[in-house]
């Protein structure tokens, strides 16, 4: 999953074998979808990221010399990546924050709103607990499944860090969901709305 910090908006996710191409899948989505802006980047330490995003964001730059230009990423992108180093028993030694692409924009790049959302969907999925609690033994319901639970998340659920106080009289704060945060939407949708709402696909 990719999640921008501050709506706390799943922009993507893919799911599959943890590998190179899987992390090529999810960032490719979120290049498409934010149209190739640069955006700071906050993970793991895993080495997968860097060359992802690298190879995702990169634009050849014109330097009036014969041949091919050379390929760089721009100014604005970013990667700041937390890295725990541990001892042969597992216990944490020291957590290193290393910028590996462009400057660190935040004093706290720790991946940990990720890391909480990977909580609540472990306490929602019960196929992530235990594969006969749920029906999701196939990767094709495995994806239908995920996939509306992060629909859920972004557009009907109100996320406390993201209420504002209200101007409506008798309330204290206005509940916001993600959708709301990022402007899709101007209200908390339902799920009537979710499966009546009819959508006009052009090709």
């Known amino acids: 999953m990719i999640q921008e910090r501050q709506s706390r908006f799943i922009v993507a996710?893919?799911?599959?074998?943890?590998?190179?191409?899987?992390?090529?899948?999810?960032?490719?989505?979120?290049?498409a979808r934010s149209g190739g802006q640069p955006v700071a980047w906050y993970s793991?330490?895993?080495?997968?990221?860097?060359e992802a995003i690298r190879r995702a964001y990169r634009r050849p730059v014109r330097t009036g010399r014969v041949g091919r230009p050379p390929l760089r990423v721009p100014e604005g992108l970013s990667l700041t990546q937390t890295i725990k180093h541990r001892d042969e028993r597992g216990r944490l030694l020291e957590v290193e924050r290393r910028t590996t692409i462009g400057i660190a924009?935040?004093?706290?790049?720790?991946?940990?709103?990720?890391e909480r959302l990977n909580g609540v969907f472990r306490d929602r999925l019960a196929a992530l607990t235990r594969k006969t609690h749920a029906f999701a033994k196939?990767?094709?319901?495995w994806d239908a499944l995920f996939g509306l639970s992060?629909?859920?998340h972004n557009w009907l659920r109100n996320h406390?860090?993201?209420?504002?106080?209200?101007?409506?009289?008798?309330?204290?704060?206005?509940?916001?969901?993600?959708?709301?945060?990022?402007?899709?939407?101007?209200?908390?949708?339902?799920?009537?709305?979710?499966?009546?709402?009819?959508?006009?696909?052009s090709y």
């Open 160 to 201: 406390p860090a993201l209420r504002r106080p209200s101007t409506t009289a008798g309330r204290r704060y206005e509940r916001r969901t993600p959708a709301m945060e990022v402007g899709l939407t101007d209200h908390r949708w339902s799920w009537r709305e979710f499966l009546t709402t009819k959508l006009t696909i």
């Open 150 to 152: 992060i629909f859920e």
């Open 13 to 31: 996710h893919a799911s599959g074998r943890r590998d190179q191409n899987l992390v090529d899948e999810a960032i490719t989505k979120v290049h």
């Open 105 to 114: 924009a935040v004093r706290q790049p720790v991946p940990m709103h990720i």
């Open 138 to 141: 196939t990767a094709q319901r």
């Open 44 to 50: 793991d330490g895993w080495q997968a990221y860097t």
